[in-house]
């Protein structure tokens, strides 16, 4: 049995917590793995910014979902708002996929906060052939603020989803020992 950690995912824009294809897939994957992945119905095109920001705050409240055990995750605009989220709490881990992390202007990018670098595991996988984010751009922007991990295709629709998936269970099992 793996230690008691849950996934906090964020779909990506035009998509909700039923209609991610990244996210029914990330859901299938680790709760066959024991691990709960928690998707919340956030709107990030028809909500402003602190809408969307109130929506997982009350989302996290109301699930009470545990900051210590939490893995934070998310695909394309889900990854500003993983991270967004990480930067928030005292400690946590958080997994980018293709993240967009300037979709609110590039004098608005969302990068790890200095101060909590240390309690922050940063896992970033990004797929050169992203036929929407700027994958030199965001690379530049993570490097040595994350474990990055490029492929050579897979594409924004991450049609290596599997391939990451199992290496981010390794990953977390290695960080969440079982007890």
């Not at 994957?29 to 919340?40: Q, T």
């Not at 993983?82 to 928030?88: P, R, V, Y």
């Not at 980018?96 to 609110?104: C, E, Q």
């Amino acid at each position: 049995m793996d230690r008691n950690y849950k996934i906090l995912f964020f779909h990506g824009r035009g998509s909700t917590a039923t209609t991610s294809t990244t996210g029914i897939k990330v859901k299938e994957f680790f709760e066959e793995n024991d691990i709960p992945v928690f998707i919340p119905d956030y709107n990030p095109d028809g909500q402003l910014f602190y809408g969307v920001e109130k929506t997982i705050h009350d989302f996290i409240k109301n699930n009470d979902l545990d900051y210590s055990d939490l893995v934070v995750m998310g695909v394309s605009l889900g990854g500003y708002w993983a991270l967004k989220t990480a930067n928030e709490l005292t400690s946590c881990t958080c997994v980018l996929l293709n993240p967009a992390l300037h979709v609110y202007g590039k004098d608005q990018v969302m990068l790890p906060r200095e101060h909590n670098r240390k309690n922050l595991s940063i896992y970033c996988y990004l797929n050169k052939d992203d036929e929407i984010i700027d994958n030199e751009y965001i690379f530049n922007q993570l490097n040595n603020k994350a474990t990055i991990t490029q492929y050579e295709t897979g594409g924004h629709r991450m049609t290596n989803l599997s391939e990451i998936m199992n290496d981010i269970l390794v990953k977390l099992r290695t960080q969440f020992p079982v007890i």
